[in-house]
């Protein structure tokens, strides 16, 4: 029976005696019962177990948390990363209109 889901379109049952399949049948309806109130409920053999709620539901909701309503410390404002990109076509123009004309050597006053 463990490896029951690995066979797949096979339909796999455990064999019971009749005694217990009959057993079986009328603990079915009491395991719907006892389902329906929130108990967590399974047919063992021929004996039906309950234990208290739903295992595990509770545990792994975690609290809410409350947060805080007034801000003691503001936060820092948040540059975007645009504000401080160069545009690089403002760059080039820049660079091209100053490179001879500052630097060339004045021949006429010679």
Do not use: C, W
């Not at 404002?77 to 690089?88: D, E, M, T, V």
């Amino acid at each position: 029976m463990p490896n029951k889901k690995k066979l797949k379109n096979v339909y796999v049952s455990e064999d019971y005696p009749k005694e217990i399949l009959d057993t079986r049948k009328k603990l079915q309806v009491k395991l719907e019962e006892q389902r329906k109130k929130g108990n967590y409920a399974f047919i063992n053999y021929d004996k039906l177990i309950v234990k208290q709620g739903k295992p595990g539901n509770e545990k792994r909701k975690r609290e809410p948390s409350s947060s805080p309503t007034k801000k003691e410390h503001p936060r820092k404002q948040q540059f975007s990363a645009k504000a401080y990109r160069l545009n690089a076509f403002d760059v080039m123009r820049n660079r091209s209109n100053s490179l001879p004309s500052a630097n060339l050597p004045n021949d006429q006053n010679a």
